[in-house]
């Protein structure tokens, strides 16, 4: 937890936004609910607790079953839970009071759970706007449903875009303690990453790697920021299956991140050859993909939209895949036609913070598109998630990859879809190939950009047979 200053300080702030966009006694109050613990299989058995990462935001608590509401007429802060009983006690030890917690996130006013319901219907029948985010988690889309007499497949439909735009606005420039928090977890990633390069050996299951590297993450932090990807298909973009022995000559992706003990996340992405040296074909392919990763870097400062980093790199992809007679014509034409797509159906990159892809559960296009810009339709620039004009604290991935997928190239030969652009015959040489994925995070600067993380994970074709011929000795 930071210090109570900080969310006294978010709050107020999210207070003034709020007070800006309605006249006096007309703004409403907005509801906040915490997550609560979700089973596995039955009641007392459940998943690891992860709280909301906006409450975490803004109030700092990582408990379960806490809910607040700020007023926005009355300026009032008030924290909803329940003390601990004998019973609990019981199984868990001595607990502070729900007072206690509160005050130490600078809330003076708290209440019991139950409360909450009253204060909802109240400011309901009294016509007042009740605001609040569209919830990721079932419980609290239950909850929701509940204290606003509402259907739960209508919450979705009911939230408070307003309340949503000035919470992303906040959250989108990162503060200097975030940014702290933000280079311990890629500290963090980084031994995660360096571990499973290391374990990369022929003959071994994946599921041996991804058990040592996620064990890294939970013994210096929370434990890994999403489901581990780690495979020798790599055209396969989430894979998340480990049950492959490691086969000499093949590529070996592994995208995975960390998050530390105060959810802050880290995401990081190499491919690896798994013989510890590139072939010729590996080489080509891969030196594209760090190319465009160093240009998308290069790029990024104050000022640019994300789409156009993105477009500028799929350009370099386009170049030179276009030297290697896999696809041939004009760059612009290419470019304008989506044929990239082809080869990296995904974005750039995406937002970064207390969630691995930050506010996502917000809305996608509110938290990575601007006003004036509009999402493609296209395969890859479609998936962008970020394409912000770019300011100082924003904190992206930069992910360039490229990979060579079976169906795909038939489906897009068949369908004509690449406008005579692509070489089908080179092509059909790749078909076994796999795919390569190469992601630092990003910090954008006043001036620039700087990469995340105390280190960078060793990146061009040299640097990294270097690695993998020291790890092996």
């Not at 210090?3 to 006096?24: D, H, Q, V």
């Not at 780690?230 to 022995?245: F, R, S, V």
């Not at 030297?323 to 080869?343: C, W």
């Not at 015959?425 to 995340?452: K, N, Q, W």
Request: net charge negative; glycine share 8%.
């Amino acid at each position: 937890m930071f210090s109570k200053n900080i969310y006294i300080s978010r709050r107020r702030t999210l207070m003034e936004k709020m007070s800006a966009t309605a006249p006096e006694g007309q703004r409403g109050i907005a509801v906040f609910i915490g997550n609560a613990e979700a089973p596995a299989q039955y009641r007392d058995n459940c998943y690891k607790y992860r709280q909301d990462s906006t409450w975490l935001y803004y109030f700092g608590i990582d408990q379960p079953l806490y809910a607040a509401v700020l007023d926005f007429d009355e300026g009032r802060e008030t924290i909803y839970a329940d003390d601990f009983e004998i019973g609990d006690i019981i199984w868990m030890g001595p607990q502070p009071s729900v007072q206690s917690v509160a005050e130490s996130v600078g809330v003076a006013e708290s209440a019991p759970y139950g409360a909450l319901n009253a204060v909802i219907a109240k400011a309901i029948a009294s016509g007042r706007k009740v605001h609040y985010i569209r919830p990721s988690r079932y419980y609290n889309k239950i909850k929701l449903a509940e204290l606003t007499d509402r259907k739960p497949c209508e919450v979705d439909d009911n939230f408070s875009e307003t309340l949503t735009r000035a919470i992303i606005s906040m959250r989108l420039v990162k503060e200097q303690c975030e940014i702290e928090q933000i280079d311990d977890a890629c500290a963090l990633g980084f031994e995660m990453h360096t571990t499973g390069r290391r374990g990369i050996v022929p003959g071994i299951v994946e599921q041996e790697i991804v058990g040592r590297m996620e064990g890294v993450t939970m013994s210096k932090g929370w434990g890994p920021s999403f489901p581990t990807i780690l495979t020798q298909h790599g055209e396969t973009l989430h894979n998340h299956t480990h049950d492959k022995i490691i086969e000499p000559g093949k590529l070996m992706v592994i995208d995975a991140g960390a998050e530390n003990n105060m959810h802050y996340a880290s995401d990081f992405t190499r491919t690896y050859p798994t013989s510890g040296k590139f072939t010729r074909k590996q080489r080509e392919i891969y030196q594209i993909v760090c190319d465009c990763n160093n240009l998308a870097f290069e790029l990024t400062r104050p000022g640019i939209t994300y789409r156009e980093v993105h477009l500028r790199t799929v350009r370099l992809m386009l170049e030179e895949l276009r030297a290697l007679d896999i696809v041939r014509g004009n760059i612009d034409n290419m470019v304008e036609a989506g044929i990239a797509g082809l080869f990296m159906p995904h974005g750039l990159g995406h937002n970064m913070g207390l969630d691995v892809h930050d506010m996502e559960d917000l809305n996608e296009n509110l938290v990575g598109y601007d006003d004036d810009q509009t999402r493609s339709t296209q395969l890859g620039l479609g998936s962008l998630r970020m394409a912000r004009r770019l300011v100082p604290g924003n904190v992206v991935t930069d992910e360039p990859g490229i990979y060579f997928i079976p169906a795909l190239i038939d489906q897009w030969k068949a369908e004509k879809t690449d406008h005579g652009f692509v070489n089908y015959d080179r092509l059909e040489s790749y078909r076994d190939f796999g795919g390569i994925r190469l992601e630092d995070d990003v910090l954008v600067t006043e001036d620039g950009a700087r990469r995340t993380g105390p280190a960078r994970l060793p990146i061009t074709p040299d640097e990294v047979e270097a690695a993998m011929e020291e790890d092996r000795k």
